[in-house]
Nanobody
Framework: VQLQASGGGLVQAGGFLRLSCVAFARTFSNNAVGWFRQAPGKERAFVATIAWRGSTTVYDDSVKGRFTISRDNAKNTVYLQMSSLKPEDTAIYYC?????????????????WGQGTLVTVSS
């Protein structure tokens, strides 16, 4: 599976962005998809995940209430709507396809990873 993440950019604090993750060569409709991020000088961290039918979503506490993950299996696309952005949200955001219909918060539960898209939030 080849994943392409897009939608990153430079935004002011309080602004919003929508990230997209498209899968090529193979559908991920039977798998969970997660978003992770890696800030400068920090380890990659969980952001959100969505189960295969979209019925279950889980968020890290740091983004809960501000970010929304959704998916359109017909388009093989998962979205991360980000609002009320903060400077601490600055990071490279990666999408990943899980090993199972629900794959949890741990990165080891995800097999295929996209190349990442950079989000920069200015204060």
């Amino acid at each position: 599976v080849q994943l392409q993440a897009s939608g990153g950019g430079l935004v002011q604090a309080g602004g919003f962005l929508r990230l997209s993750c498209v899968a090529f060569a193979r559908t991920f409709s039977n798998n969970a998809v997660g978003w992770f991020r890696q800030a400068p000088g920090k380890e990659r961290a969980f952001v959100a995940t969505i189960a295969w039918r979209g019925s279950t979503t889980v968020y890290d506490d740091s983004v809960k209430g501000r970010f929304t993950i959704s998916r359109d299996n017909a388009k093989n696309t998962v979205y991360l709507q980000m609002s009320s952005l903060k400077p601490e949200d600055t990071a490279i955001y990666y999408c990943a396809v899980g090993l199972r219909p629900y794959s949890g918060r741990e990165s080891r539960g995800y097999r295929y990873w996209g190349q990442g898209t950079l989000v920069t939030v200015s204060s």
